[in-house]
């Protein structure tokens, strides 16, 4: 399978070399990217490990992991067989990608859900059910500064754990109401019990299975 850029996150370049100003806005990852793609804007790879799926994370994350695969495939391009005039990714290009990713986006975006639902748990503890709240109450609830405010209410809009309310007002801005949802009261303990005392059921065991591997954060599929 090949893996070629997105024209979508490789933007172009002002004359002279300056970045744009959408380029200077995104991540380190994103401006890695586009500078592997100057050193090797062609060629193709084929990636034998294209199975490999990032687990609980935002779709984007997987192209990145494609690209990152591509581009490091084609900087150990000596040392790659090739196939079809295309070099051939190995074990050790993809796991200097995943590693690569953890280090820039994955083990800051996993702590940064975790926090978002740590707040979540403490505005729910700490409000009624349907209540109305400005930034400044969730900031005065929460604790922390006007900016970190407002990049956990996005967090929580874009989870569907909290939500606008009408259109936004002069003196305190938009308000919102927390979303709370009803969790699940059977544990995946009991539905192992259950299985093994009932009938097999094969999507059951998947989905214990799955739960019971969840500190996995990648699916290898070799």
Same mark, same amino acid.
């Given at each position: 399978?090949?893996? @070629?850029?997105?024209?979508? !996150?490789?933007?172009?370049?002002? #004359? ?18 586009? *500078? ?9 790879? !084929?990636?034998?490990?294209? $199975?490999?799926?990032? #687990? ?16 490091? /495939?084609?900087?150990? =391009? ?7 005039? $295309?070099? &051939?990714?190995?074990?050790?290009? !993809? ?8 280090? &820039? @986006?994955?083990?800051?975006? #996993?702590?940064?859900?975790? =926090? ?10 700490n409000t009624q ?24 209410? =996005? ?8 939500e606008k309310v ?5 003196? &305190? ?5 927390? !979303?709370?949802?009803?969790?699940? *009261?059977?544990?995946? =303990? ?6 093994? /005392? ?10 214990a299975e799955e ?12």
């Open positions: 399978m090949s893996s @070629v850029p997105n024209s979508k !996150i490789l933007s172009k370049q002002k #004359r002279g070399g300056q970045p744009t100003k959408e380029l200077k806005s995104r991540n380190p990852l994103q401006i890695l990217i586009k *500078t592997l793609h100057e050193i090797f804007p062609t060629g193709e790879t !084929i990636n034998p490990f294209y $199975r490999i799926k990032l #687990r609980d994370y935002p779709t984007e994350y997987q192209h990145y992991l494609k690209l990152l695969t591509h581009y490091i /495939t084609q900087i150990n =391009q000596k040392h790659r067989a090739m196939e079809k005039q $295309r070099f &051939v990714t190995s074990r050790e290009d !993809i796991m200097a990608s995943l590693n690569m990713l953890e280090i &820039v @986006v994955l083990k800051q975006y #996993r702590g940064q859900k975790q =926090q978002a639902e740590a707040i979540y748990e403490v505005l729910k503890e059910k349907g209540q109305l709240l400005s930034a400044r109450n969730i900031a005065g609830i929460i604790q922390v500064q006007k900016s970190q405010t407002n990049r956990f209410i =996005q967090n929580l809009l874009e989870k569907k754990q909290l009408g259109n936004p007002h002069k003196s &305190v801005g938009y308000l919102y109401r927390l !979303i709370q949802t009803e969790e699940e *009261t059977e544990s995946i =303990q009991e539905i192992i019990k259950k299985n093994q /005392t009932t009938k097999r059921d094969p999507i059951a065991d998947e989905i739960f019971s591997d969840n500190e996995n954060y990648y699916k290898n599929e070799f």
